[in-house]
């Protein structure tokens, strides 16, 4: 009997010990996942804020891009692609080279950096007003005919004066001349060229020209040749603003759920003490990788530009290489304050624990601690017996009373 009540005691402790052990093991498998939610709602959080910070705001965009020198060079870099395009093309009938610097200068008279400005923040705005559910669809239109009509005409109007200022030339020369004539180039004008007809026909043919074919641009027009087939880009992006507006929230979002996450840690760890090194470990690393990304930002903006697709001219490379540096230091300078942030809280928690690693809780006190006195020895040598609390000092004897004498 007594044999199978301690197999049975045995199993009994057995099956604790084992549901103990089980227990630990899930709370710490909790405490890693919090770990890893602690980790990723901070790197995300610091980062949503980065991006509403700056790429939040359509002002913010279009100050970048005026720093950054985009709109001075902006003309020059349409003015080669138009030329390169035309050349590509191969017509014959083109006497007028967009490169030549009469015609630059006409075009920059016309297109001013001021106006590109204007019609770029145009873009900007009603995009970022899609992109927040104020509008369905981006509402924009450039229209830059008149302005293409005022660049023909100036154009014209110079050739015209160039023409009229040349000497005939004489027989000698026109052998020498090359058909067609360009009028820009020309030393001479040929006889029978009437100055006034050869500028109206190089301004018909700056109209005509590979420069702002399409010089009305809409939200559906906007990267599209035939308007008719595929999707515009709002179409195609139809979660854009969705994701947008989600992203305005992210970060008090991922505040919230990293302080559930660091209290979760703290309590469900075996240990309070664990918990919190676990926490001064997130920190630790998370404040260090985002203190990385500002040190490695122009690194970051070069290997960018590197891998950016050389779809610009000459002119429009260094401005673009400027506008990528210049916002990978904006984007960064916000996870060096939070990173720095971090990497203290980090510290100061080690700190705390390393000091504070000695001390330990005092016990309770119990009746059994108390600590009884030494008897002490009495004159005969043999000891007295101890005084309690309970027992209280030894009671003293009666005296005997004396015989009765007998009368």
Known sequence: MSSQLTRKSRVFKREVFDYNRLMIWLRRGVVFLLVLVLFASLVEGVSALTFNRN??????????????????????????????????NGSSDVTISLDDPIVQQAAQQVFTPQLIEQNVNTLIDANYAWLNGKTKTPM???????????????????????????????????????????SLTVTCRPPGLDPATEGARVAQEIRSSDFLTKPVITASTLGRDDPSQGKAYYEK??????????????????GVIALLATIGIIFIAPKRRKGWLYVGLVLLVSGGLLAGTRLS?????????KHIHDTVSSQLKQPRD??????????????????????????????????????????PS???SVQQPRPQPTTTGQPKPPITPASGPPKLKKPPRPPRLIQ
Do not use: M
């Open 322 to 363: 400027d506008f990528v540096h210049h916002l990978a230091t904006e984007l960064t300078k916000i996870n060096l304050w939070f990173g720095a942030a971090f990497l203290v809280l980090a510290i100061t928690i080690f700190i705390t624990l390393l000091v504070t690693r000695n001390r330990q809780p005092k016990a």
């Open 140 to 182: 924009f239109t450039i229209n830059l005919s008149s302005s293409k009509e005022d660049f023909a005409t100036r154009v014209g109007k110079l050739v015209q004066t160039r023409l009229a200022g040349l000497p005939v030339c004489t027989a000698a020369q026109i052998t020498q001349l090359q058909i067609p004539v360009s």
């Open 366 to 368: 119990s009746p059994e």
């Open 55 to 88: 790429l939040g705001q359509a002002t913010k965009i279009e100050v970048l891009l005026k720093q950054s020198g985009v709109y001075d060079k902006a003309l020059a870099s349409a003015l080669q692609n138009s030329q390169k395009e035309s050349d590509q």
């Open 237 to 254: 992006l139809s979660q854009a603003p969705k994701l947008f507006q989600l992203s305005q929230k992210l970060p008090i979002i991922s």
């Open 297 to 305: 930002a122009n690194a970051t903006a070069d290997q960018i530009t």
